[in-house]
């Protein structure tokens, strides 16, 4: 850093405190120019032939078995009516038995109860389901 001090006798000014950029501004230059020759070979040193990205599915995806329920509180398993909940639990066990084991999804009705969407937990939760979901609607855009 220099600093630029007035003459002995003068008149009395101040000191004045500058820093020097310019040593500063080659240094940088330099190596900004010394990482721009040295990052290709970096990069590209050794030839490989790269292999190309590609998406399959290796795993088939599991069924969803979707249970809805209607605002006056009935159970369906797809369009089926399903009796009570023994029979719920029934078919969910048969379904957790399979591999890969499918999520179950839940469609319960605005205006229904929140007990019958309970006993389908429960059931899944009885029947060993280790996945289960709720399907809902995103809010109107005004």
């Known amino acids: 850093m220099a600093m630029n001090i007035p003459a002995a006798g ?18 940088m230059l330099v190596l900004l120019i010394i990482f721009l020759i040295t990052i ?12 190309k990205e590609r998406n399959e599915v290796r795993e088939s995806k599991p069924e969803t078995v979707v249970i809805s329920v209607d605002a006056a509180g009935r159970t369906y398993w797809y369009d089926t009516p399903v009796r009570d909940t023994p029979a719920l639990i ?3 066990t048969k379904v957790a038995a399979l591999n890969p084991q499918p999520e179950v999804h839940i469609r319960g009705d605005w205006h229904s109860d929140y007990e019958p969407v309970g006993r389908i937990v429960y059931a899944c939760q009885a029947a060993g389901i280790a ?8 809010p109107a855009l005004n």
């Open 90 to 92: 029934a078919r969910l």
């Open 131 to 138: 996945k289960v979901g709720f399907i809902t609607e995103p």
């Open 40 to 51: 290709p070979v970096v990069n590209y040193s050794v030839p490989v032939a790269v292999p």
């Open 10 to 27: 003068g008149d009395e000014e101040q000191a004045i405190a500058a820093i020097n950029t310019t040593p500063l501004v080659d240094v």
